[in-house]
């Protein structure tokens, strides 16, 4: 037999309808504009649903709109985005496996040291860096690369993915690590083969976490890109700046939805493991 509810969960649960109506009215404001012809907008529409349903705009977005010196639209920089991403997350979060494999698993001396200045890279500002990251990528021969964008954020990302795994692996049985020595097992036998296997939770964290990061970094992508290797941001920017005249509200709103669906999707489909994940690094750490 359920309880009747009380007057105070009734008031907590309407506090909490009208934050999430407050959070996702933006969100209702792009899709709804994203919808309409231009005209229904500048008439003063901005609130109400589509009278006139068109996609028009999200074509105009995706592979029309004025980016730059031509028309192109989002598509090459949506790719451009997607190129870099994958590489860096993947990349860093193994090197942040590895490294913090060797911190916990593998002590020497020094390695506290080694641990604490890795570690000062999750405190240094993103403006400290551009000069002499600009002239390290030209030493590099990868200025103006998504190439180089990938170097970027990889160098950037390594102290936070070493700082959750060293702390996930701190608590993980270092009896097993030397019970595999024992029997034969090598140092990417290890881990590959034991540590790798039980990481999932940290990796899901590491991943998500780098992934939202970098797609939405606008900075480095404006810093140390051109034209051919600009991300989404950097394009989208470019889109809502190069409009002449009368605003293209409707492609402005497409066009930011399109830079959001895959950090959105990121956290749809693994965003429940996110705090998990999280919690058991913090806890075992």
């Not at 899709?31 to 349903?53: C, R, Y």
């Not at 070493?162 to 036998?189: K, M, Q, S």
Request: aromatic share 14%; with cysteine.
């Amino acid at each position: 037999m359920s309880m009747p509810l009380s007057f105070g969960r009734v008031s907590l649960y309407l506090l909490l309808g009208l934050f999430c109506i407050y959070y996702l009215l933006p969100l209702y404001v792009m899709v709804a504009n994203s919808l309409k012809p231009l005209d229904e907008i500048t008439s003063g529409g901005m609130m109400a649903l589509p009278s006139d349903w068109t996609l028009a705009p999200w074509r105009s977005a995706w592979s029309e709109a004025q980016v730059g010196v031509e028309a192109t639209g989002l598509r090459p920089y949506f790719t451009n985005s997607l190129v870099m991403v994958v590489p860096a997350v993947l990349i860093t979060t193994l090197m942040g496996a590895l490294n913090g494999y060797v911190l916990t698993k593998w002590r020497f001396r020094g390695d506290t040291l080694i641990f604490g200045l890795i570690l000062f890279g999750c405190f240094i500002p993103f403006q400290i860096v551009l000069i002499p990251m600009a002239r390290t990528l030209g030493l590099l021969g990868l200025s103006g690369t998504v190439s180089g964008l990938i170097f970027v954020h990889v160098i950037y990302g390594i102290s936070f993915s070493t700082l959750y795994f060293r702390n996930y692996y701190a608590a993980f049985p270092t009896e097993l690590v030397r019970a595999a020595e024992i029997d034969g097992a090598g140092f990417f036998t290890i881990f590959r083969r034991i540590l790798l296997p039980n990481s999932g939770p940290i990796a899901v964290v590491c991943v998500i976490w780098l992934f939202t990061n970098i797609w939405n970094d606008f900075l480095f992508g404006a810093s140390f890109s051109d034209f051919d290797s600009q991300p989404m941001t950097v394009a989208l920017n470019n889109l809502v700046q190069s409009s002449t005249g009368v605003k293209e509200y409707n492609v402005h709103f497409a066009g930011a939805i399109m830079a959001a669906l895959p950090t959105l999707f990121v956290y749809v489909v693994a965003g429940r493991f996110f705090v998990r994940g999280l919690m058991t690094g913090s806890v075992k750490g």
